[in-house]
């Protein structure tokens, strides 16, 4: 939910009889790491990794289409991308020009994205879009026409590599008064309607910190079981409470956690039950992953010299080593059902994370650990944790719509790299490319869209 990652979302070109699409994932150049997505039913496209900053994908837009690629977040809802009225000097990436395609129709709604630090607006458009060779008529988005701190900051171009984001595509529930807009058919709610796909669910796959360029894959529609290992275990999405109707309501993709342990070869060392489950926030637009001071504290105890006792300015704690020990790992609990709170029952989901996993190598070597405290999210009420990409490399991710629920499955590391796009919008076919970012950026960039939902559901939500 920030404009942190950009993921691509290529249109790979996979004719697919169970209707989905797959798409690759590539992740861009920062300071941290690489990783990617997967398919298996529905419609598939490759996922860019950005060094751990950005998750992006490929599509198209418009009659004839054109390529671009775009960040994939599943902390916000808006699908937006930046138009030809958008000046280079604060838009100096690939755009899309409705006024060359016979399909678009810009409507004089206007339209805007309030983040933390930056915004984007325009008017909303609708026009054809393309994913994974699946054609999506009449989808509304944002034809965005100025931003400020997006895609320049400080002057300088966010991105400045060979695949670059055009936009984003938010893939949270669309709630329309939430979201400070009237609620309109999603990307998934058309692929439904349209019968593109048999499913309403998009899985992830984001490979490892180690994996670069089109090395991960998201799926419309279906599941690749030969990203994860093990049995897929599932957790209930919940719901919030906004004042303006008296009906709870699906908005993120949250779900509950009932207790957080650390073990040391098997062995529970700290941790346990929470007096109330936490809320976490499942975001690919985040970068890193935040939770709570007390289960941060938790954690550095056991790290101890491996840990830095204090952050830098940005936020984040580095580490002594890059190679914790693998005998270190979380348990952590998801609710499986909201009705049953008991961090022991048996259809709650157990994750199982190594803390060597979240080590972030930087360019000169060192490494940051991938949790903070949620005091540098950017605040706000709506919810306990933000887990980002640091964490939701480790698993295989079903989002299912249809059932409000998420699944999790540990990941399989891929050496390999997914092929990118034929026609991404930056010319880029593979590799990881891109351009190195500072650990400025990174903090920046990890606060944007976390400030811009904490700030505004602190508003208008409650759990």
Known sequence: MRFVAPFLLSTGAFALASAMVRVPVTKKATTLANRGLTRRDGASLPLYNDQSMQYIVNLQAGTPPKPFDVIIDTGSVEFWLATTGCPQSVCPVPLYNPSSSSTANVTTTPAGIQYGLGSANGNYVTDTVSLGGLTIQKQQFIAVTNTTDTFVMGGQPVDSGSVVASGLMGLAFDYGETWDHAAYPTIIDNLMNQKLISQAIFSIYLNFVNATGWSGEIIFGGIDSTKYTGQLSYAQVNTYTVQTTPQPTYIYWTVMSPSLTVMNNSVSVAGGSFLK???????????????????????????????????????????????????????????????????????????????????????????????????????????????????????????????????????????????????????????????????????????????????????????
């Open 277 to 463: 489950p936490m809320a976490a926030m499942m975001d690919t637009g985040t970068t890193m992953s935040y939770i709570d001071v007390t289960t941060f504290t938790t954690i550095q105890k056991v790290l101890g010299a491996y840990l830095s006792p204090s952050p830098d300015s940005y936020g984040n704690y580095k580490l002594t080593t890059c190679n914790i020990p693998t005998s270190l790992t979380v348990q952590m609990g998801l609710l499986g059902s909201l009705q049953n709170s008991g961090a022991s029952n048996s259809s709650n989901a157990m994750l199982t994370l190594r803390l060597y996993d979240m080590a972030l190598k930087n360019p000169d070597g060192s490494c940051t650990f991938g949790f903070s405290t949620m005091n540098y999210a950017g605040g706000g009420s709506s919810f306990d944790w933000l887990l980002g990409d640091t964490f939701l490399r480790n698993f295989y991710l079903v989002f299912d719509y249809g059932n409000y629920r998420i699944g999790f499955a540990s990941a399989v590391p891929s050496a390999s790299s997914t092929n990118g796009p034929t026609g991404s919008g930056s010319g880029q076919q593979g590799g990881s490319g891109g351009s190195t970012r500072s650990a400025a950026n990174l903090a920046t960039t990890a606060s944007l869209f976390v400030t811009l939902v904490c700030v505004f559901l602190s508003l208008h939500l409650t759990l």
